[in-house]
């Protein structure tokens, strides 16, 4: 049986390593290089408090005056909004309270799993050593901005995840570069980082072909089926034969899926960075200031600033102040932080509007699964995402249900 793995990101390596442990003859496919998608630029952080639906009243009813404020947290491109608007209509639809609950409680089950997949796999790899054991401070400059976002310290509390309450003196013990700003933070323990996510994929792609897996370079053209599944064509105009195909592929997961005939509501959060190897400053932790929308991480090599979204499309060009806001935030938390050393980059995170992945089989097409709209916790579900396809491909009954991941929910 050969099973072919469209994306080469972290989702879809984890997903071809897994098969190809399992017995499958696993082919991964990319049109670029592994990894360099959206697993290159991610902020490294195993983020299992982040599970909180983004489509809830506080924050679509903020949109509109976003949109007003070139530095807003959110910024759709004007041209972009018509081609948007199915999707806002469906972001907005996810945002009943009932439906909220539902979407909470979907992300707890999949962030409550994260630990008991990821060890395991970077323990059989020999990759224990790229998570850190640090976790993650959230900021807060006083009171008030702590109240403000009290509505995700509320859910952390009802799905049992733990965290801790500091004072900005206290913070400061942990994390002495802090400004004297930080008036309150909350520790999340369990948001631990990654010393390069892009390393990471690249050594499970190391992995992989150790266990006779193969990597081809190709842009899908299209696929063959009969009664199910028999072939993807490539753009060179090659033909790679499968019984089996994973769309795992990001934020394109939406183009190929349309050409199976079945549409999913997959929309690009652009997400950017600034990588700064010379900042003048050492960290332990990650942090992340809600109220400014922004994070930073230690990793590869030096320190990563992150946050904001984007809302463009695939195609249009990047637009780099969105990395300049953020560093200048940053440095409202980080006094001593400089720019020196650095490059910018941006990625396509891909999302859904209820915020949960689809993780599923094809409705109509045997022999065809999804696994993609994982949004910001690509590199946080990765393990558990590849785990439970593993188990959807071979017949395995999953540790959870599945139902609520099914790429016809919508």
């Known amino acids: 049986m050969t099973t072919l793995v469209v994306g080469a990101g972290i989702i879809g390596t984890t997903i071809a390593y897994e098969l190809q442990k399992r017995g499958r003859r696993v082919i991964l496919l990319d049109k670029g290089e592994v990894g360099r998608g959206a697993s290159y630029g991610n902020m490294a952080s195993i983020a299992v408090t982040e599970f909180m639906p983004a489509s809830r009243p506080s924050i679509w009813k903020q949109i509109p005056g976003w949109m007003l404020d070139p530095e807003g947290p959110v910024r759709v491109r004007p041209g972009y909004m018509p081609r948007l608007l199915p ?23 999949l962030c409550n799993r994260v630990y008991d997949d990821l060890l395991p796999l970077l323990h059989e790899t020999g990759l224990e050593a790229e998570l850190t054991d640090e976790g993650c401070l959230s900021l807060y400059s006083n009171e008030a901005e702590f109240q403000a976002d009290r509505e995700h310290i509320e859910i952390l509390e009802r799905f049992n995840f733990p965290h801790q309450r500091l004072t900005g003196t206290q913070a400061r013990e942990l994390e002495p570069e802090l400004s004297d700003r930080i008036g309150i933070a909350v520790l999340f323990p369990q948001n631990r980082s990654l010393r390069d996510p892009f390393r990471l994929v690249q050594r499970l792609a190391e992995r992989f072909t150790a266990l006779g897996g193969e990597i081809r370079r190709g842009a899908v053209a299209g696929f063959d089926r009969s009664q199910r599944i028999t072939a993807v064509r490539l753009a060179e105009s090659e033909r790679v034969v499968a019984e089996e195909v994973v769309i795992a592929a990001g934020a394109y997961s939406g183009l190929l899926s349309k050409m199976l005939g079945e ?20 960290m332990r932790h990650s942090i992340i200031w809600p109220a400014r929308a922004f994070m930073v991480t230690p990793t590869a090599g030096g320190i990563r600033v992150g946050g904001t979204v984007e809302m463009a499309g695939l195609d249009a060009a990047p637009d780099y102040r969105r990395s300049k806001i953020t560093v200048r935030r940053a440095q409202t938390a980080l006094a001593n932080l400089r720019c020196e050393d650095f490059s910018e980059w941006m990625g396509h995170r891909p999302a859904f509007p209820d915020t949960v992945p689809v993780m599923s089989a094809s409705a109509k097409i045997p022999g065809v699964f999804y696994a993609t709209g994982h949004g910001h916790l690509g590199v946080t579900y990765a393990a558990t995402t590849a785990r439970l396809m593993g188990d959807l491909i071979t017949g395995v009954t999953p540790p959870i249900d599945m139902h609520p991941y099914r790429v016809d929910r919508f």
Do not use: C
């Not at 997959?266 to 997400?271: D, I």
């Open 263 to 282: 549409s999913m509501p997959l929309e690009t959060e652009r997400g950017y960075h600034t990588q700064i190897m010379s900042p003048g400053i050492s």
């Open 87 to 109: 999707w806002f209509a469906r972001f907005v639809a996810a945002s009943r309270p009932a439906k909220l609950r539902q979407l909470e409680a979907e992300g707890a089950v």
